[in-house]
């Protein structure tokens, strides 16, 4: 031996943790990011690197053909949907006068009362507060405006049948409890969006263990040009169990608000069985939905994702989305288990259950881009009582 000890400096130094084995993995897998968009959801997420799922099952095949797939497709294409016209409501508008007249009245007393000292700054002020998010939403029907749902509207009834929907896309109280609906805000500077979606269930398991899990998602409306107070006050108004808000800042993604954790995680899944040890090969179809860049020979890691984060992710580039095709929802014949790393006191555990089902994006959305290069603002409103809501799902 050398001085110091220098000619075995090139071996390997003996960990404890060989002396003593553990039963998490000592080694964690770190992230990778085909691209700068993947980049950005990564560091808002705060995932800077991988989880790890393992199962005693192989790789499904992904299509209708496997034994273990339901008939229906999770995303079933999203044909575009037809617009209609709504007619302005004359009522509405003598409404809001007469509550404008009401607050003039009240302000000019305000001010006879104050006399000449009133500033120009107090009229400004008064004026400014004078509009609610009610009068917004009041003056918006009481003009003309367009809703597209699905085709064959044609009965004279139809117009109150959607006015009717237009009004359940303008409330979340449903959302505290249970419900098949969900909603998905997005806001720019002056305007934005909401697209209403229905879950259509089925049920999973058996006895003490049954649940009503989805087996497609379905488009069902789409309201566009709704002036942006509207939409801040419709998030606002939703109770913070009920929602998920991420904020866009220039080329900065932030979660601004969400129910206890927001948390989609890419992970790697395994298949083991004895000395046996298989990467599956997936992430391609969630990068294809969400228009990120992919390499094969690089990412095989899924996103672990609720249907509501999903769906905000999904509307990252446009709204009323169409063409979104997929896989039926699989049912893992083994559930795929979690495998903590050793290091997760440091980072917070990227998967902290078991994933029962997955799904695989086969086509990438297309749809109204954004007001802008991008929204302010993305909001999903869903039923906190609902488990379909609360099912972290594979996207393959």
């Known amino acids: ?88 409501s004359q009522q509405l508008i ?28 107090g009229w400004f002020g008064i004026f400014r507060h004078w509009f609610k998010a009610h009068d917004w939403l009041t003056l918006y029907r009481s003009r003309q405006r367009t809703i597209f749902a699905w085709p064959g509207r044609t009965l004279p009834g139809d117009i109150q049948v959607l006015a009717q929907l237009e009004a359940n896309m303008m409330s979340t109280t449903r959302f505290l409890g249970d419900s098949d609906q969900l909603l998905v805000f997005t806001c720019g500077r002056t305007a934005g969006s909401v697209d209403m979606y229905r879950s259509t269930l089925a049920t999973i398991g058996h006895g003490l263990a049954r649940t009503s899990l989805t087996r497609q998602l379905d488009h069902l409306a789409h309201l566009g040009d709704v002036p942006a107070p509207i939409i801040r006050d419709l998030i606002t108004m939703t109770h913070h169990d009920c929602k998920i808000v991420l904020a866009l800042h220039g080329t900065q993604i932030r979660i601004e608000s969400s129910n206890r954790h927001f948390g989609p995680a890419p992970a790697i899944v395994q298949t083991k069985r004895g000395r046996r040890c298989a990467t599956w090969e997936i992430g391609g179809g969630w990068r294809l939905g969400l228009g990120l860049a992919y390499d094969s020979s690089k990412d095989e890691d899924g996103l672990v994702a609720t249907i509501p984060e999903m769906m905000a992710l999904l509307h990252l580039h446009q709204a009323n989305l169409q063409d979104l095709s997929s896989s039926p929802p699989i049912t893992f014949p083994h559930p795929l288990r979690p495998i903590p790393h050793a290091d997760d006191t440091k980072f917070r555990t990227p998967i902290i259950s078991e994933v029962n089902r997955g799904v695989n994006i086969t086509s990438r959305p297309i749809g109204l881009s954004h007001i802008g290069s991008k929204p302010r603002t993305i909001a999903v409103a869903y039923p906190r009582d609902s488990p379909w809501a609360r099912e972290r799902i594979l996207w393959a």
């Not at 095949?61 to 302005?88: C, K, M, R």
């Not at 509550?99 to 120009?120: E, P």
């Open 1 to 88: 031996m050398t001085k110091n000890g220098k000619q075995f400096s090139h071996l390997p130094t003996l960990r404890k943790s060989y002396l003593n084995p553990i039963t998490v993995d000592p080694s964690p897998i770190t992230s990778h990011a085909s691209g700068f968009l993947e980049g950005e959801l990564r560091n808002a997420l705060k995932y800077g690197r991988n989880g790890r799922l393992e199962t005693e099952g192989d790789e499904p095949s992904w299509t209708v053909d496997s034994p273990n797939i339901q008939a229906l497709p999770f995303f079933a294409g999203w044909e575009a949907l037809e617009p209609y016209t709504l007619p302005a």
């Open 94 to 121: 003598a409404e809001l006068i007469d509550r404008t007249q009401s607050r003039w009245d009240q302000a000019k007393f305000s001010l006879d009362i104050m006399g000449n000292g009133a500033s120009v700054e």
